[in-house]
């Protein structure tokens, strides 16, 4: 099993930026790809970004390319979600999510995720 932390959610005014970490710990080597996605009330679960464990290769949501900025810390099996640019639209639960190790693609797809965190709330105000 796996187990996913995320952190950094908040409030802030339209144009600011947040940090949130995902740790990850257990049998962290079971997993390959870690993703973002975000839900706001009322709508469908959204992909935010992936990134690889091995290479660090990443992809991003639409909405949010060239705004935010995903990354890991391999030592301290942690991923980074960078945020600038925050607008109200942004405003959501975050949910960190890993794909298991023999499944290498940046999957925008949620079903295709196994592991997810528990979520944080990041609320962006005009």
């Known amino acids: 099993q796996v187990q996913l932390v995320e952190s950094g959610g908040g409030s802030v005014q339209t144009g600011g930026s947040l940090r949130l970490s995902c740790a990850a710990s257990?049998?962290?080597?079971?997993?390959?790809?870690m993703g973002w996605f975000r839900q706001a009330p009322g709508a469908e679960r959204e992909f935010v970004a992936a990134?690889?464990?091995?290479?660090?290769?990443?992809n991003y949501g639409d909405s949010v390319k060239g705004r935010f900025t995903i990354s890991r810390d391999n030592t301290k099996h942690t991923v980074f979600l960078q945020m600038n640019s925050l607008k109200p639209e942004d405003t959501a639960v975050y949910y960190c999510?890993?794909?298991?190790?023999?499944?290498?693609?940046?999957?925008?797809?949620?079903?295709?995720?196994?592991?997810w965190g528990q979520g944080t709330q990041v609320t962006v105000s005009s």
């Open positions: 999510a890993a794909r298991t190790a023999i499944l290498t693609a940046l999957s925008t797809s949620p079903p295709t995720y196994v592991y």
């Open positions: 257990g049998r962290t080597l079971s997993t390959n790809v």
């Open positions: 990134v690889a464990w091995s290479g660090g290769s990443t």
